[in-house]
């Protein structure tokens, strides 16, 4: 198992040491439209953020009796996050309630007073100012307990809300936005895009138009890597969804009158997210006003017993919950992909 760059000819490493890990939960209700996502039980895809954080915290599930899957079976990124603290553990995880419909149980719980955003089909009704605000003061304030931090995100249908805040923009990626299907919904997305953005109007500020069709994930997130990033280090732990917090971070750069440091910045994902034939990350980095830090792993479950764990390296689900960068966290400290193979199967057989 190796790290490689995305962008060519940029050299880059995680941070030395032990990492916090964060993860932002939040809930857009976008992921209520029929077939937009798979990210989850369905008629229950709310849950998915909740059942994350609570797995990858305890190992053990509070609010449902299952974990988060595919409607094929393929179990939640959390289970290769939850692997890699198993055999290395973080220094601490901890989860962000950007807007969860359900309370996560027994977690390390920061609580924002912050509403899940609505569908943004009828206009995601964010005071997007506030949101990205929110997470610059709790950028300026966190205390990094060891020497950087991972930052992940649980958020279903977010690869949309992500495509219609960087689209809304001004940027031109419409088909550069991953999914968690292996063949994308791209009908509904183009359906539920198309609608976001007519209610754009052009004179409207960034926030104006980031309060209309973005998520609560991704403005918090944005808001706090650009405090957070003056401090310490920090690995964006995730892939398209991701990339677009580092862009908007970046877009609304003068409307704030501040930047990302972004030599403290690193963006970590998976090879299923970096090679995937659907979608351009490295085209939506290149968008930036800097070249970034950004790695992914060859992290593959080839050699997995467990048949349905293959269906990663086919395309399905590819990324989320911190996954990338715990993978590559667990090249930092030296396991080996069959280590992370067999941690991931021994708690699917736990689960059994």
């Keep these: 198992m190796n790290t490689y760059n995305i962008l060519t000819n940029e050299p880059t490493s995680l941070p030395k040491g032990k990492a916090d890990f964060l993860l932002a939960a939040s809930v857009t209700k976008t992921c209520e439209i029929a077939g937009i996502t798979q990210a989850g039980i369905p008629g229950k ?62 977690v390390p719980l920061h609580n924002f007073d912050i509403k899940a955003s609505e569908a943004i089909d009828q206009g995601a009704k964010i005071d997007a100012k506030e949101i990205f605000a929110k997470g610059m003061d709790f950028g300026r304030k966190y205390e990094l307990k060891g020497n950087y931090l991972i930052l992940g995100e ?7 809300t992500a495509a219609a805040s960087v689209l809304a923009l001004g940027y031109d990626l419409e088909d550069a936005f991953s999914s968690s299907f292996l063949n994308a919904p791209k009908d509904i997305k183009k359906e539920t895009l198309d609608k976001a953005l007519s209610l754009i109007d052009t004179e409207m500020s960034n926030f104006d138009k980031l309060g209309m069709v973005s998520d609560n994930m991704l403005l918090f997130c944005a808001g706090f890597l650009v405090e957070a990033s003056k401090r310490f280090e920090v690995v964006l732990a995730g892939g398209t969804q991701m990339a677009a917090c580092l862009l908007i971070a970046d877009a609304v750069r003068e409307d704030i009158l501040q930047r990302i440091n972004h030599n403290n910045v690193t963006l970590a994902t998976t090879v299923w997210v970096a090679k995937d ?59 080996e992909n069959d280590q992370v193979v067999e941690a991931v199967e021994l708690i699917m057989y736990n689960m059994m």
């Excluded at 849950?47 to 994350?52: G, K, Q, S, V």
């Excluded at 890699?84 to 995880?93: D, S």
């Excluded at 901890?94 to 027994?106: A, F």
């Excluded at 970034?292 to 080839?302: D, I």
């Design 154 to 160: 649980s958020t279903p249908s977010g690869t949309t």
């Design 45 to 106: 895809i709310a849950y998915t953020p909740t059942l994350d954080a609570e797995f990858i915290v305890d190992e053990k599930l509070y609010s449902m009796p299952e974990i988060a899957e595919t409607p094929s079976g393929v179990p939640t990124p959390a289970l290769i996050t939850r692997a890699i603290h198993n055999l290395n553990p973080f220094n601490t995880i901890e989860i962000l309630d950007l807007g969860l419909e359900v309370k996560p149980q027994n």
């Design 277 to 335: 034939p659907a979608s351009d990350i490295a085209k939506i980095l290149s968008k930036l006003s800097y070249t970034p830090n950004a790695l992914y792993t060859t992290f593959t479950f080839e050699n997995a017993e467990i048949p349905v764990l293959k269906k990663y390296d086919e395309g399905e689900a590819k990324e989320g919950v911190g996954a990338g960068a715990a993978l590559a966290y667990g090249v930092a400290n030296s396991l």
